[in-house]
């Protein structure tokens, strides 16, 4: 299958969003999102721009810690926009609990060329029963 370099560069962001999920962190999320960006997970409302996208993961690694791997679909660019399907699975744990629980979801990225690099500009994800 032929990659392009659009294509290199986003399933390089897309592995940099799994490696930060796994660390937990807050400013390696941000850094891949658009200013504008928009991040729609499941059972929570939307966080629009970056504020918003800040306190819903702060919010998350407060209450969970994953240990994921995001396995890539497709990635389709046009342009300046790009869309991937992927999956992750893994473990989650439930810091309220302690217990460790399996995780599997499937996710849809919008991305969009920001300032030369390509971002996340919606993020969106549902569990796989």
Same mark, same amino acid.
């Given at each position: 299958m032929f990659t392009t370099p659009e294509?290199?560069?986003?399933?390089?962001?897309?592995?940099?969003? +799994?490696? $930060?999920?796994?660390a937990a962190s807050v400013p390696q999320?941000? $850094?891949?999102?658009?200013?504008? +960006?928009?991040?729609?997970p499941t059972g929570a409302p939307s966080a629009s721009g970056l504020a918003q996208v800040q306190q819903a993961y702060e919010g998350i690694f407060q209450q969970i810690r994953l240990h994921i791997k995001l396995h890539i679909l497709e990635v389709v660019v046009? +342009?300046?926009? $790009?869309?991937?399907?992927?999956?992750?699975?893994?473990?989650?744990?439930?810091?309220?609990?302690?217990q460790t629980v399996a995780e599997e979801n499937r996710e849809l990225f919008v991305l969009?060329?920001?300032?030369?690099?390509?971002?996340?500009?919606?993020?969106?994800?549902n569990k796989m029963a």
């Open positions: 294509q290199t560069a986003i399933e390089s962001l897309l592995h940099a969003y +799994g490696d $930060a999920l796994n999320v941000l $850094a891949l999102y658009t200013p504008d +960006g928009v991040f729609m046009s +342009g300046d926009y $790009a869309f991937a399907s992927t999956t992750s699975a893994g473990t989650t744990l439930i810091h309220a609990t302690g969009q060329r920001h300032e030369g690099q390509w971002k996340i500009a919606r993020y969106m994800f």
